[in-house]
């Protein structure tokens, strides 16, 4: 059974008899996600001057109660996270690392970096809104639901060329925590997916910069 901890924790007084016996903590279990399986590269002949097209990814943006190194479930209206299980850095910097394994592996025709921006060129910027396990019901078998929003930017004037929203919701096999890692590991790797293959075909339409 899974153990939740609520997010809003209500401190109360506890007086402790003197045959009581204090428990060590309850250990954590560390998960990771981020395993993005290899999917067909974009053809180089897709993308005009591929070899010298270079996007920037800007700063990521991500959802506050789900940027850290916990596992966020939501009931209807209440959230809580996984008690006993941890990421094992930042679910920010997890999920940005895998998104650039993604172009990668999947668009070698994209020179992508996230260094210092210049005036020409352009930007994607990644904003990771939804990130967490829905249950429908106490105790039920949850799904992870993942929601980015994205824009293709011009650096110059910053100009918003192209924008999505990519939604995706990956059921787990159980009410288990290794469970609903895997459901996020596979959540995760669609959502790249998907995000690379938008960003490939968006920047061979981009119009040519004014600069």
Same mark, same amino acid.
């Given at each position: 059974?899974?153990?939740?901890?609520?997010?809003?924790?209500?401190?109360?007084?506890?007086?402790?008899?003197?045959?009581?016996?204090?428990?060590?903590?309850?250990?954590?279990?560390?998960y990771r996600f981020g395993t993005v399986p290899?999917?067909?590269?974009?053809?180089?002949?897709?993308?005009?001057n591929c070899s010298r097209t270079g996007v920037?990814?800007?700063?990521?943006?991500?959802?506050?109660?789900?940027?850290?190194?916990?596992?966020?479930?939501?009931?209807?209206?209440?959230?809580?996270?996984?008690?006993?299980?941890?990421?094992?850095?930042?679910?920010?910097?997890?999920?940005?690392?895998?998104?650039?394994?993604?172009?990668?592996?999947?668009?070698?025709?994209?020179?992508?970096? @996230?260094?210092? #921006?210049? +005036?020409? &060129?352009?930007?994607?910027?990644?904003?990771?809104? /939804? %990130?967490?396990? !829905?249950?429908? =019901?106490?105790?039920?078998?949850?799904?992870?639901?993942?929601?980015? @929003?994205?824009? #293709?930017? +011009?650096? &110059?004037?910053?100009?918003?060329?192209?924008?999505? /929203? %990519?939604?995706? !919701?990956?059921? =787990?096999?159980?009410?288990?925590?290794?469970?609903?890692?895997?459901?996020?590991?596979?959540?995760?790797?669609?959502?790249?997916?998907?995000?690379?293959?938008?960003?490939?075909?968006?920047?061979?339409?981009?119009p040519p910069s004014d600069d």
């Amino acid at each position: 059974m899974i153990r939740l901890s609520s997010v809003a924790v209500v401190a109360a007084g506890l007086t402790l008899s003197a045959c009581a016996v204090l428990k060590s903590p309850d250990p954590i279990q560390t998960y990771r996600f981020g395993t993005v399986p290899a999917f067909g590269s974009v053809d180089q002949g897709s993308v005009p001057n591929c070899s010298r097209t270079g996007v920037n990814l800007r700063r990521m943006e991500f959802n506050t109660a789900a940027r850290g190194d916990q596992l966020l479930t939501a009931t209807g209206n209440e959230t809580a996270y996984i008690g006993g299980a941890r990421w094992v850095g930042q679910a920010l910097t997890l999920f940005e690392e895998a998104l650039q394994e993604g172009f990668a592996s999947g668009a070698p025709c994209l020179r992508v970096t @996230s260094g210092p #921006l210049t +005036r020409d &060129g352009l930007s994607l910027s990644v904003d990771v809104r /939804r %990130f967490e396990t !829905v249950y429908s =019901a106490p105790g039920a078998v949850p799904e992870v639901k993942v929601g980015v @929003s994205v824009q #293709l930017l +011009r650096r &110059g004037d910053r100009s918003i060329l192209k924008d999505a /929203r %990519f939604d995706v !919701v990956q059921p =787990a096999d159980a009410n288990r925590v290794g469970s609903i890692v895997a459901a996020y590991n596979a959540a995760t790797a669609d959502t790249i997916r998907q995000i690379v293959e938008w960003t490939v075909t968006e920047v061979a339409s981009a119009p040519p910069s004014d600069d």
